[in-house]
């Protein structure tokens, strides 16, 4: 199968898969107890002004003609107007953006920084007690949840050390956003970096036993290349798949942390979107998350190919 081929089938599917999330959340969001007119208008409102509303709103019209509006507007890139904010979804969405993929991106890159030495010291020094303390903290970083080590890290660091802010985020320009970023970082790299810390362990154990690394040492190259050119090259195919997955329920599962911390994020406007009864906020939101992740995983089975040549779109 050539790499055109494989990419409309891969396409195809994401197409798909969006389109089934939107559909299955549709109708669950539909059929759930809650008045969106009630929850815009208060209790006091009247009935007549409640049916009034539901017209407006078009919660009179039979479920499929609704969802059938609604998929076509999704198709041409409208979200629907959020009840709550009385403003267009797809304009909330893209402003809370930056900070949730700021957020992400950083605990990526601060889970790889630790992660890939930690695994390298503990393969190379496999069976001693550097590697038994390495294997010890990574279980121990995933047996904790990230919304307890951020609170641990606010009454540390914000309420008894004072280095840095428990909460909120300042734009660019109106003050310093990273120093509000690091304590949530941190929580949420540390069970992402301690799952890669033994996943990559693990895998660099059983590379460094298959035969290309008997022929490298073989051929004199020192130890230290063959660890990190040969045996890590190829030790990163499992875990790209783990942080293909990491990454994409960073996006949508960050909702705890943002909570925790106060940041104007996209899993706290979920949040607050489920609070409200903002049902077109929420599906929007579904939708929004369900396409990062699905665009992600597509992008991590094209890296599959760079990092081992053997690995090619013909064999899928």
């Known amino acids: 199968m050539h790499m055109r081929a494989y990419l ?6 994401m197409v798909v898969t969006v389109l089934l999330v939107s559909t299955i959340s549709f109708v669950f969001l539909q ?15 009247s009935p007549e002004a409640l049916q009034d ?27 629907g107007e959020s009840l709550r904010y009385q403003r267009p979804v ?14 992400a991106a950083a605990a990526v890159t601060l889970a790889l920084t630790v992660a890939l030495p930690m695994a390298l010291l503990a393969a190379r020094h496999a069976g001693t007690p550097v590697d038994l303390l390495i294997v010890l903290a990574s279980q121990l970083g995933l047996a904790l949840p990230p919304f307890w080590i951020g609170l641990l890290l606010i009454i540390l660091f914000s309420l ?10 300042v734009l660019p320009g109106g003050g310093n956003p990273l120093g509000y ?4 970082t941190v929580a949420l790299s540390l069970p992402l970096g301690a799952h890669l810390i033994w996943l990559l362990r ?8 298959r035969d290309f690394i008997r ?3 073989a051929k004199g190259l020192p130890e230290n290349l063959v660890y990190y050119r040969h045996a890590l090259r190829n030790a990163l195919i499992p875990a790209m798949t783990v942080l293909g997955i990491h990454m994409g329920a960073l996006l949508g599962g960050s909702i705890i942390i943002e909570q925790i911390f106060s940041l104007p994020g996209l899993g706290r406007l979920v949040l607050f979107a489920v609070y409200n009864r903002d049902w077109p906020l929420l599906q929007g939101g579904v939708v929004f998350i369900a396409t990062a992740v699905v665009l992600i995983n597509f992008v991590t089975d094209l890296i599959y190919g760079s990092l081992d040549p053997r690995i090619s779109v013909t064999d899928t």
């Open 215 to 217: 022929t490298a040492r």
């Open 90 to 103: 797809v304009e909330l969405l893209w402003e809370r953006l930056p900070v949730t993929l700021v957020l």
């Open 8 to 13: 409309l089938r891969k396409a195809v599917g």
């Open 31 to 45: 059929v759930i107890p809650g008045d969106p007119a009630q929850v815009i208008l208060g209790t006091e409102a």
């Open 202 to 209: 693990q895998s660099i154990l059983e590379v460094i036993e």
């Open 181 to 184: 970023l690091v304590l949530p």
């Open 53 to 79: 509303l539901r017209r407006q709103l078009g919660l009179d019209r039979p479920l499929g003609l609704r969802y059938w509006t609604w998929l076509r507007g999704l198709l041409r890139g409208d979200l």
């Open 160 to 169: 008894q050390l004072r280095w840095l802010p428990p909460g909120g985020y």
